[in-house]
C-alpha cells in the first residue's frame, strides 16, 4: 500500500543514485558534513547528487489549478508555502537554476482544456517555455496519447525504484513498456484528494450511536455497521411521511458530495475495476462475482444516502439524489458526509474523521481512492540538453519533497488543520498509507463511475450493466495501448 513519509525516511540510504543508462554518479556529493556537525536530513538528499552549475537556466512548471506543490512567491508565513519557497531555493542555490511556475485556470474543471490547449499548441511550434507540466490523469492521458509527452522510463536521472517515487502510480498508468506521467513525494495532490469520511458527532450522540474510533480499531467499522447508523439519521422530523431534501427539520444518513464520491465509496469496500497481471497486461474486474457481491451490499446505504452537489445533467431530484446544492452535512442535518480530505470544514459542525468502511471484518485493510490525483510529466519537445536537465532535477525534486514538503504537508496541514482529535489523526495516517489507484476511474474508461451511481439510484441490474460497459472500457483501453505503441519518437 500507499507509504506515508514518516515510513521511508530511514530508506534515503546514502548511496550513489543511478545516472543515465543506469550508471551510478561519480562526480563528488554536494554537500560535505562539517567535522563537528552531523548533515541534516537535505543535506543527506542532497549528498546523494552530483554537483552541478547549470548557469542559470530555467526550471519552469506549467499546472493545473488545483496542484499548490510546485512553486511559492515568497516566505508568508504559513507553513507548506514557506516549505516549499525554501525547498525551491535549496534547488535554485545547489544547482544554479531558476525555478518558476505557471496556473492554469480557476479550477479543474475548466483547466484541462486550457492546459491541454497550450501543451499542444506548444509541441506543433515545436517550443515551450516549460520544463515540467502538473495534471490530473484524466486531463493528462489524452495528451499522452498524443506523444506529447517523454517516456519517462527512458527519462535520463529518473529512478522510479527509489521510494520518493509512487510504484503504484507508475503501475496503474503504464502502458506497452511506457510511462507518459507519474507520482513522487514532489506530487502532494494525490494525498489532498484521498477520500475519507467525516462524521458529524453531536449527531451521532443525539442517535445514541457508540464510540466510533473505537469501532475503527477493533477492526469492527463495516459497511453493515455504516448502513445501520446511517438509517438512524435517516429521520422524517415533520411528520410529513418522508423525508425531504429541502426541509431543514428532517435528518440524513450520509451526504456524498458528488455522484463521481460514489465509486471511491466502493473501492473502500474492495471494489476493484481492473488490475495488472503478471506479465503487466491489462485486465477488467468488472463482471467478477465479489464486485457484483459488493455493489449489491452498498445498497444497504438507500435510502438513507443523497448526493447534494448541483449537478443538473441528472435530472429529476430523488430520494438519493437532489440538484438543491453542496451543503456540508447537508446544513448540519446528516451524520455522515464523504469527500476528500481537502474539502473545507471551516464552518462545519464538531466533526470528527472515519475510513471508508471495510465489506466486513474479514477485509484486511481500510483503503480509499482517489479522484483527479495530480501527476507530472516532462514535454516531448524540449531539446536533449533539456531532457537531460529536466530528469536530473525532477528526481532531486522528488528526492528532497520527501523530507520537507511532504511530511510538512501531511503532518502540519492534514493532520493540524484537518484532525479535530487524536483519534483522526491516526485515521489520516493509515489512510494515507492506503490510498489505491484505479485505471478505469482514474481516466474514466467508459465514463463507468457515472454507471455504478445510476446502479445505485435507480436499483438496476449491476451484472447487466456490467456486461454492456465492458466492451466500450475494453476498447478505450485498447485506444490507450495502441497510441502509446504508435510513438515513434519513444
Known sequence: MKRISSLVLACLMLVPLAACGGKPAETEPVTEAEPDRPLSETEKVLARFPKKDFDGASYHVLYASDMFEFFAEDLS??????????????????YGVVVSAEKLGETYNGTGTELTRRVRADSLAWECAYQVVG?????????????????LY????????????????????????????????YVLSNYAEAHCLFFNKKMADDLS???????????????????????????DMD???????????????????????FPIFLTGLGYKYSHKDEDGNFVLDIENEENLRIAEAARK??????????????????????????????????????????????????YGILPPPKLNEEQENYITSTFLPGAIMVPVVLGEEEIDRTGFLLEVFSALSEVTTLPTYIEKVLEYKKSPDPDSTRVLQMLLKNVQYDLVYQLNLGNYFIKLFYFF???????????????????????????YRSHALD
Not at 527519462?155 to 513522487?184: G, K
Not at 411528520?239 to 464520491?261: A, E
Open 77 to 94: 508565513g504559513e507553513l507548506l508555502n514557506d516549505e516549499i519557497f525554501e525547498r525551491n531555493a535549496m534547488i535554485e542555490e545547489n
Open 135 to 151: 495534471d490530473p490523469p484524466l486531463f493528462a492521458d489524452g495528451m499522452a496519447r498524443d506523444g506529447l509527452f517523454h517516456n
Open 154 to 185: 527512458d527519462m535520463p536521472w529518473i529512478d522510479l525504484d527509489q521510494p520518493y517515487w509512487d510504484p503504484y502510480a507508475a503501475e496503474s498508468y503504464s502502458f506497452a513498456d511506457r510511462l507518459y506521467f507519474t507520482a513522487s513525494s
Open 209 to 235: 450511536i457508540p464510540d466510533l474510533y473505537e469501532t475503527v480499531w477493533a477492526g469492527e467499522w463495516t459497511l453493515d455497521r455504516m448502513a445501520e447508523y446511517s438509517a438512524r439519521g435517516y429521520r
Open 239 to 261: 411528520g410529513n411521511g418522508r423525508v425531504d431534501f429541502y426541509n431543514s427539520t428532517d435528518t440524513w444518513g450520509t451526504v456524498f458530495w458528488h455522484p463521481q464520491w
Open 301 to 350: 446505504l438507500y435510502p438513507s444516502s443523497i448526493v447534494s452537489h448541483n449537478w443538473e445533467s441528472i435530472g429529476e431530484p430523488s430520494r438519493l439524489l437532489s440538484v438543491a446544492g453542496d451543503f456540508l452535512f447537508y446544513d448540519n442535518n446528516a451524520l455522515f458526509y464523504f469527500s476528500s480530505i481537502k474539502a473545507d470544514m471551516t464552518d462545519a459542525p464538531e
Open 457 to 483: 439510484q435507480t436499483g438496476e441490474s449491476y451484472a447487466r450493466d456490467a456486461v454492456r460497459a465492458k466492451p466500450v472500457i475494453l476498447f478505450e483501453f485498447k485506444q490507450i495501448e495502441n497510441a
